[in-house]
C-alpha cells in the first residue's frame, strides 16, 4: 500500500518558499534574549537592596535564559532568577516571553520556602485587599502544574475572584502579572517594578 500524498495548503506553500519570515522570527527571538540579558542584570542589582535575603542562598545562583519552540506549539524565552528547584522546595521568579501572547513575571514557592515567605504574602494581601492598586491584576495559580503559564481559567485566577484563604496551606503558591506584547516598550520597566514588588511582598509585611 502506497502512502498518503503529503500536501501543503497555498498558504503553506507560500510560507515554506519565504525564507524572510522565518529569519525576522529569530531576529525577534535574539533580541527578546538580549533584552532578558539586561533586565536579569537590573534583577542582580535591585535584589541586593532586600535585607530580608541577605542570606538567602538562591540569590546567589546566575540568572539563566531559556528558550524552546514547544510551548504549546509556540516559541518562548523566559528568564529565572532567583532560581532553585528541588522536589521539594522551590523559590523561583520567572521571566516569560510567550510568541503571538504576552510576556509575564511568575513568582513559584514550594515546601520551606513557601512557609517562610508565605505569611508576609498572606500580611500583603490582607492589608491592601482585593482591589487596591497594590493588589490589581494579580493572578493566582490554580492548577496542578507550576510550570504552566498561560493564563487560561484552570491556570490561573484573578486575585479579585480568590477565596482568600492562606497561601501556605497551598501545595505551591504561584503569583502572576502579565503585560500584552503591543507594550513591547514597557516590557523592561514592568518586569523590573513588579519584580521588585515581589521581593517587597517575600519579605516586607
Same mark, same amino acid.
Given at each position: 500500500?502506497? #502512502?498518503?500524498?503529503?500536501?501543503?495548503?497555498?498558504?503553506?506553500?507560500?510560507?515554506?518558499?519565504?525564507?524572510?519570515?522565518? *529569519?525576522?522570527?529569530?531576529?525577534?527571538?535574539?533580541?527578546?534574549?538580549?533584552?532578558?540579558?539586561?533586565?536579569?542584570?537590573?534583577?542582580?542589582?535591585? #535584589?541586593?537592596?532586600?535585607?530580608?535575603?541577605?542570606?538567602?542562598?538562591?540569590?546567589?545562583?546566575?540568572?539563566?535564559?531559556?528558550?524552546?519552540?514547544?510551548?504549546?506549539?509556540?516559541?518562548?524565552?523566559? *528568564?529565572?532568577?532567583?532560581? =532553585?528547584?528541588? &522536589? &521539594?522546595?522551590?523559590?523561583?521568579?520567572?521571566? =516569560?516571553?510567550?510568541?503571538?501572547?504576552?510576556?509575564?513575571?511568575?513568582?513559584?514557592?514550594?515546601?520551606?520556602? *513557601? #512557609?517562610?515567605?508565605?505569611?508576609?504574602?498572606?500580611?500583603?494581601?490582607? *492589608? =491592601?485587599?482585593?482591589?487596591?492598586?497594590?493588589?490589581?491584576?494579580?493572578?493566582?495559580?490554580?492548577?496542578?502544574?507550576?510550570?504552566?503559564?498561560?493564563?487560561?481559567?484552570?491556570?490561573?485566577?484573578?486575585?479579585?475572584?480568590?477565596?482568600?484563604?492562606?497561601?501556605?496551606?497551598?501545595?505551591?503558591?504561584?503569583?502572576?502579572?502579565?503585560?500584552?506584547?503591543?507594550?513591547?516598550?514597557?516590557?523592561?520597566?514592568?518586569?523590573?517594578?513588579?519584580?521588585?514588588?515581589?521581593? #517587597?511582598?517575600?519579605?516586607?509585611?
Amino acid at each position: 500500500m502506497s #502512502a498518503a500524498k503529503v500536501t501543503l495548503s497555498p498558504k503553506e506553500l507560500e510560507l515554506v518558499n519565504n525564507a524572510d519570515w522565518i *529569519l525576522t522570527k529569530n531576529r525577534i527571538i535574539q533580541k527578546v534574549t538580549d533584552l532578558f540579558g539586561e533586565i536579569s542584570n537590573t534583577y542582580r542589582s535591585d #535584589a541586593g537592596k532586600y535585607t530580608g535575603f541577605a542570606h538567602s542562598e538562591v540569590f546567589n545562583m546566575e540568572p539563566k535564559i531559556s528558550k524552546g519552540e514547544q510551548y504549546q506549539s509556540l516559541p518562548y524565552v523566559m *528568564l529565572d532568577y532567583p532560581r =532553585f528547584f528541588t &522536589q &521539594q522546595d522551590v523559590m523561583a521568579i520567572r521571566t =516569560f516571553f510567550w510568541w503571538g501572547n504576552h510576556c509575564s513575571i511568575q513568582l513559584v514557592l514550594k515546601g520551606r520556602y *513557601l #512557609a517562610e515567605y508565605g505569611p508576609s504574602v498572606n500580611n500583603y494581601f490582607q *492589608l =491592601f485587599g482585593k482591589y487596591a492598586a497594590e493588589t490589581r491584576d494579580w493572578y493566582i495559580g490554580i492548577g496542578s502544574d507550576p510550570w504552566q503559564h498561560h493564563f487560561e481559567k484552570d491556570n490561573y485566577l484573578p486575585i479579585a475572584d480568590w477565596n482568600g484563604q492562606s497561601v501556605t496551606g497551598l501545595p505551591f503558591l504561584k503569583l502572576a502579572k502579565k503585560i500584552p506584547l503591543q507594550e513591547w516598550d514597557d516590557i523592561d520597566q514592568f518586569m523590573t517594578r513588579h519584580f521588585n514588588r515581589l521581593l #517587597a511582598m517575600l519579605t516586607e509585611y
